[in-house]
């Protein structure tokens, strides 16, 4: 990897290198752990595995970290990305959420992420937007709904499944703006 582009920064005192063609991340270590004070010949750019971790339907890359005092954390790989082209944002902060533009099958490239609130990143799921709905008289009709602010918004009922989904999403930029 070293004929590559990449670049070098520092995530709780853990000197790290990210390749953006790639995606790939390494850090200084020793093999033996990350960052240790000492002996430094032994250290070298080692690259980064990351664990899959299942969240609902999508899936997200960790990664943990070892800082000088031999403390542990565990990092998620697009939350690494958007901090490394955003310094200011502060990494730590869980309540500030990096939403996925495009799901997460899009990648963790900075072109696919955003810094939401936590409405903001509920509005970008893979919702379809309607129910089956029984009728009375027997009939099955799709009742279009939108949900804001915890609060279901009915669109109507509908025939097909194509005529309701499309209710929704011409309703989605209406009730869903993302700041």
């Known amino acids: ?15 790290l290198r990210y390749y953006p063609k790639t995606g790939e991340f ?13 002996n430094k010949k032994k250290f070298q750019w080692r690259i980064i595995h990351f664990w899959k971790k299942k969240r609902g339907v999508d899936t997200y890359y960790c990664c943990s970290l070892k800082n000088e005092d ?27 959420l990096i939403d996925h533009i495009h799901y997460t ?7 696919n992420l955003r810094s939401v609130s936590y409405q903001g990143n509920k509005f970008n799921t893979r919702c379809k937007g309607y ?3 029984v009728r009375s008289d027997g009939r099955i009709q799709f009742r279009a709904c939108i949900m804001t602010n915890r609060k279901n918004n009915h669109l109507g009922y509908y ?8 209710a929704y999403l011409n309703a989605k930029p209406i009730y869903h703006k993302i700041n």
């Open 1 to 15: 990897m070293s004929n590559e582009e990449y670049i070098e920064f520092e995530l709780w005192d853990t000197p």
């Open 70 to 96: 031999n403390e542990y954390r565990n990092f998620h790989r697009h939350r690494m990305v958007y901090y490394l082209y955003n310094p200011e944002w502060d990494i730590h902060d869980t309540t500030q």
């Open 159 to 166: 025939d097909t499944t194509e005529e309701a989904r499309m």
């Open 26 to 38: 390494e850090r200084y270590s020793s093999g033996r752990g990350n960052f240790r004070k000492g």
């Open 131 to 133: 129910t089956r709905v």
């Open 105 to 111: 099958e899009a990648g963790d490239g900075i072109e």
